[in-house]
């Protein structure tokens, strides 16, 4: 499939009729539409998902449209402001009534031209079973007026009874591109890292279904859930009305807890695009600060008085130490005479210990005498032998007996003191000097780092004193607190979230367990069994291809991601994990150990979500047109030449970038890309409106 031609008629910037066509050629299959901040580009590419999806829009991540004021309020904002001014200038209440009644006619054709806004793609090669066809155009309009949007569908310029009978928004869901895919084709190359980071369940599930749709597995796992709702309807007819009546009970609750997860999910995307209004919201205020002469940020301010306080904590806890090396500075300047000091109380008290340890011993070896004689004395021995007996043991003693030391003793010091007089003295004698210049050079510093923020917050409250700052500071503080508040209710959301999630599976098991428990009556017999079998069959079927397409899908996002990677061999195995609904991949180096995404750079993160992509655009085999904001945003020199060389042109048979050229796109990026150029369109703005230039693409670089 590929697509022929766009019209864009009054959409946005872009007023009246401009149209953009595209030529298939195998080998320059790469088309550049380039303009300045500003000009439309982003508009063009919202107006392609506006077109296809209209009110769904929202639902299209790379749509990046607000629509929490409604798609009512969309949809006039899509008007262009130049052909809205013309219409309230013709447009009495008297005209407004008559064309709702009868219409426009010949005469208010004009007002239709101004009141009319519309999108028009039309494709070509594109495969619709049972229909032979060239070429289908889809048309979406809304008329301001009216207040009516029109969806109209030609095959081959007629109309056609299949998009008739199921409408056009199936069609183009189901035959030209589902929404739901989408983002796999229409994406901003800085905003595709969101594809990476799979960090809560709510992505990986955002993954899992980009997953299955992709690899076409969501048509089965619909066939499977269809007929298990058959099955299930079979048994709700049981007479065992005991347990059919539980399991009417259990299905009850289990579409309660679906109705709730429903509303939670609604709940997180509406506080989600709040988040994002508040966020704009706090840019804008304090883009006005700026202007006003603070651009300080209110976490500038909090920081810098947390810094203050750690800095006097640490002003107090350097002034407590110093005192204390203060103290010892006497010591240190004794120098010899304090050493001398040491080494006499030293002795004296080695004296002191020992005459005690004497006269302990002593005591104990008089006891021990004065008992053994008592013993002696007592035995039937003759006393020549007892007085022996006596003199041996008394010269066995005093071989144990200690002396004590006859040195006088200058400094009578207890042993607490001259544990303190130790330890003064290894402190002086060892770290003291290296220590004393260290913590005198961090207070040094600290005071440095004190003073120096003391004068920042001087400075930012002095400037913080203007009233109109105040009142814009007061309003940036509101709006901080309620982003603090929102994201703490979303975070909420997403432990509801996971919890109902809990319950769901717990129905789910309790559901298949009572489906197996309740009886079928005869009639219905035949037809639950044929039921079961096909769905075993589908679930045997669907298991194996996913694990076909599990290790397919792992050796293609390691062999792009090594290949766009100047890192040799950085990614050494890819494994894609999927728990039921959800699904990550992960990365691992050469060595085996995990990489951790959150470590990745934003190129590389970039490169990481682009290869993702092509792998399951390679994966899925469907053929659509591949559109990329900003294609070179985060790249370095060596991985632009990979993707310009490598990617772009091998990732669908059409490729539309958009780049902002001489800065996301260099002359020398330029040349390595021009052999697969096949169109170059410049976007031009007059300030009120643009519209689309096609130009040689050798000539490009001079003309913008």
Not at 22 to 50: D, M, P, Q, Y
Not at 659 to 674: A, D, N, R, V
Request: charged share 30%; hydrophobic share 35%.
């Amino acid at each position: 499939m590929i697509i022929k031609s766009i019209t864009l008629n009054n959409f946005r910037l872009y007023e009246g009729v401009n149209t953009i066509s595209f030529e298939l050629c195998a080998e320059r299959n790469v088309h550049l539409i380039c303009g300045e901040n500003g000009f439309g580009k982003t508009t063009f590419l919202h107006s392609l998902l506006w077109c296809l999806y209209g009110r769904f829009v929202s639902d299209v991540p790379a749509a990046g449209q607000d629509s929490s004021s409604g798609y009512a309020s969309v949809l006039k904002g899509n008007l262009n402001i130049n052909a809205d001014k013309r219409k309230k200038k013709t447009v009495t209440p008297e005209i407004t009534a008559y064309i709702k009644r009868h219409g426009y006619t010949n005469e208010l054709e004009y007002i239709k031209r101004d009141s009319v806004y519309s999108v028009s793609i039309c494709f070509s090669e594109l495969a619709i079973p049972a229909i032979p066809c060239r070429d289908i155009e889809v048309s979406r309009s809304y008329d301001a007026i009216l207040q009516k949007e029109t969806v109209e569908i030609l095959i081959d310029g007629d109309r056609n009874e299949l998009t008739e009978e199921i409408g056009p928004e199936v069609f183009i869901n189901d035959f030209i591109l589902s929404k739901n895919l989408a983002r796999l084709f229409f994406f901003d190359s800085e905003e595709i890292v969101e594809l990476a980071e799979t960090s809560t369940i709510a992505e990986k599930r955002r993954l899992g279904r980009a997953y299955s749709e992709v690899l076409g597995i969501r048509k089965y796992e619909e066939l499977i859930s269809n007929l298990d709702g058959l099955r299930m309807r079979y048994r709700k007819k049981s007479r065992d009305i005991g347990l059919r009546q539980e399991l009417e009970n259990t299905l009850a609750q289990k579409d309660s807890v679906d109705r709730e997860i429903l509303d939670i999910e609604d709940r997180i995307s509406k506080l989600n695009i709040q988040m994002s209004k508040y966020r704009e919201e706090d840019a804008q205020v304090l883009a006005e600060l700026s202007r006003e002469g603070s651009s300080v940020k209110s976490d500038d301010m909090s920081r810098t008085k947390q810094v203050i306080e750690t800095c006097r904590k640490k002003d107090a806890e350097m002034k407590s130490r110093l005192k204390q090396f203060i103290d010892y500075a006497p010591f240190a300047i004794a120098g010899k005479v304090f050493t001398q000091g040491y080494e006499l109380a030293k002795l004296d008290r080695e004296t002191i210990v020992s005459n005690k340890a004497s006269v302990a011993q002593n005591d104990v070896l008089d006891s021990i005498n004065s008992d053994l004689t008592a013993l002696l004395a007592a035995l039937p021995v003759c006393k020549e032998k007892k007085t022996e007996a006596e003199r041996k043991l008394k010269d066995i003693l005093e071989k144990y007996r200690g002396s004590k030391s006859n040195r006088e003793v200058m400094m009578n010091v207890g042993e607490d003191d001259f544990a303190e007089i130790e330890s003064v003295f290894n402190s002086i004698t060892t770290t003291y000097r290296i220590e004393f210049e260290t913590l005198a050079e961090d207070y040094r510093k600290n005071r440095i780092t004190l003073e120096r923020n003391s004068r920042r917050l001087a400075n930012m409250e002095s400037k913080e004193s203007d009233e109109v700052v105040k009142q814009l500071r007061q309003k940036k503080n509101e709006i901080e607190e309620t982003i603090q508040q929102t994201d703490a209710e979303i975070r909420l959301f997403h432990e509801k979230a996971g919890a109902t999630n809990i319950m769901l599976q717990s129905l789910d098991r309790k559901i298949k367990e009572l489906g197996k428990r309740v009886s079928v009556d005869d009639a219905d017999e035949k037809k639950d069994k044929l039921a079961s079998q096909l769905t075993e069959e589908l679930e045997t079927f669907l298991l194996t291809l996913k694990q076909n397409k599990k290790s397919s899908l792992e050796r293609r996002i390691k062999t792009t991601l090594n290949s766009l990677m100047h890192k040799e061999d950085f990614i050494g195995r890819v494994e894609v994990a999927i728990n039921v609904d959800a699904m990550d991949v992960l990365l691992y180096t050469t060595g085996g150990d995990l990489i951790d995404k959150d470590t990745l750079s934003k190129g590389e993160k970039q490169l990481y979500a682009t290869s993702l992509l092509k792998s399951l655009v390679d994966e899925s085999g469907i053929q659509f047109p591949v559109f990329i904001d900003s294609p070179l945003q985060k790249f370095d020199k060596s991985h632009s030449s990979k993707i310009i060389t490598e990617f772009y042109p091998t990732i669908s048979r059409q490729v539309v970038l958009f780049p902002l050229l001489h800065k996301e796109l260099t002359q020398s990026e330029y040349e390595m890309l021009m052999p697969y150029i096949g169109s170059t369109t410049l976007i031009t703005n007059d300030t009120t409106r643009s519209g689309f230039k096609r130009v040689d693409p050798a000539t490009l670089m001079d003309e913008n």
